[in-house]
């Protein structure tokens, strides 16, 4: 039992924080609304207990009012729930498992991450839809004109972990797999709707469970086509690329500059200086013969290439192209929701094992089984490793109607 300022003296913090669902239309993202040590820890307080005010303020070892202001703004946002008695609820998940089940957790998705790699990765390698040779590209797409896919220097192994990620997140997110928990989403104040979900620090030290992984899953950046920038962006966060928890905040202005690049319309000059300097720092553009992003105007932009794969396609158009899963997945999905649920459910609140129950319902698509898939990938040699300048855009597609 949590005991008076135990957690002012000792406090939780959360090592990995997911959503799922939509963004607001201000690009606001859960950091925004709890990074906050503060409220980590009164999210935590409220998780297995009801309490008051004054009962989280005691814990925290804070001031009553000042408690009051966060959970006031925790309650607008719908994080938190005000039941009977002036007391609190979490209207989050929170993973807090012990050491012996995350062990078990990590054999779990290995075994079906394993099955995914066997039965779904070949369809997208070797079912005539995918593979053909060519001078420029050992393999590519075979129902589209090589004109209408670029990869970065004709890089097939960065191209390939662009359009297995791509192909991973999109077919697996079918409703079949994820209807169940769409019911648990809460619809915030900003216009999205989601649900969020919190892994614990702790001192375990598992590749799904490190710094690097502090990340919101998927997130999809888009843009709407209009007539001065008519693209789509799509990316995915992983364990392998170096992206920061901030990173559309900074990238997203950038991504109108790239566009403006390939159109031809913006000018090598002083004017332009921090717009092509922004692009170089995040990874959009590459100098070939310079490793430095400090210079201030890149006087050869010949020597200058874009660091992203880039399509002609539109979104669908590319989903179309490639295989969707097979029907065995959707009763491998239900059999790995059953392990993980009985394997984890004595970790959480009764009050939310039916929403556990959901959750786990989305395993076999979440980005724990992706980083599994992508691992397995690497070590079967269908994956290489990628270059530190790779981590900044991979797993990124751009769909627009201009090519680099």
């Known amino acids: 039992m949590l005991e008076k300022n135990i957690l002012g003296i000792n406090p939780i913090r959360f090592k990995k924080i997911e959503y799922y669902g939509s963004s607001g239309p201000k690009w606001a993202t859960i950091d925004y609304y709890i990074s906050k040590l503060v409220t980590q820890n009164i999210l935590y307080s409220t998780y297995y207990k009801e309490r008051s005010i004054d009962e989280i303020a005691s814990l925290l070892g804070s001031q009553a009012n000042f408690i009051e202001e966060e959970v006031d703004f925790l309650e607008k946002e719908g994080f938190i729930d005000k039941v009977a008695d002036d007391k609190f609820l979490t209207n989050i998940l929170l993973h807090d498992l012990s050491k012996e089940i995350y062990i078990e957790r990590e054999k779990i998705f290995t ?17 005539g839809q995918w593979i053909m040779e060519n001078e420029h590209y050992p393999l590519s797409i075979i129902h589209c004109p090589l004109s209408k896919i670029y990869t970065p220097q004709n890089d097939l192994n960065f191209l390939l972990w662009s359009i297995i990620t791509f192909a991973y997140e999109n077919k697996f997110d079918e409703a079949r797999l994820t209807k169940t928990f ?25 590749k799904h469970n490190v710094e690097n992984l502090k990340k919101y899953g998927s997130f999809r950046m888009t843009c709407e086509f209009k007539e001065r920038y008519p693209f789509f962006t799509w990316l995915c966060n992983s364990l392998y690329d170096c992206r920061k928890n901030d990173w559309f905040r900074n990238l997203r202005p950038f991504f109108l500059c790239l566009y403006d690049f390939m159109a031809g319309r913006i000018a090598n000059n002083q004017e332009n200086i921090s717009k092509f300097e922004g692009m170089f720092e995040h990874g959009l553009l590459v100098q070939t013969e310079s490793d430095s992003i400090n210079a201030s105007l890149r006087n050869d932009l010949n020597q200058t290439y874009v660091n992203m794969v880039t399509t002609l396609f539109t979104k669908d158009e590319l989903l179309n192209i490639l295989p969707d899963i097979p029907e065995e997945f959707y009763d491998l999905n239900d059999e790995l929701a059953e392990k993980l649920f009985n394997l984890c459910k004595s970790q959480y609140p009764e009050r939310m094992h039916d929403t556990c129950k959901a959750y786990f319902q989305t395993s076999i698509s979440n980005t724990d089984m992706l980083n599994k898939v992508l691992e397995q990938l690497l070590l079967n040699g269908t994956l290489k490793p990628i270059t530190e300048i790779q981590k900044k855009t991979v797993n990124m597609i751009l769909f627009c109607d201009v090519f680099p």
Request: glycine share 2%; with cysteine.
């Open 111 to 127: 075994q079906y991450a394993k099955i995914i790699c066997e039965k779904y990765v070949p369809l997208l390698m070797d079912n």
């Open 182 to 206: 769409l019911k648990h989403y809460v619809k915030r104040k900003d216009g999205s709707e989601n649900y969020i979900v919190a892994y614990l620090q702790n001192d375990l030290d598992f």
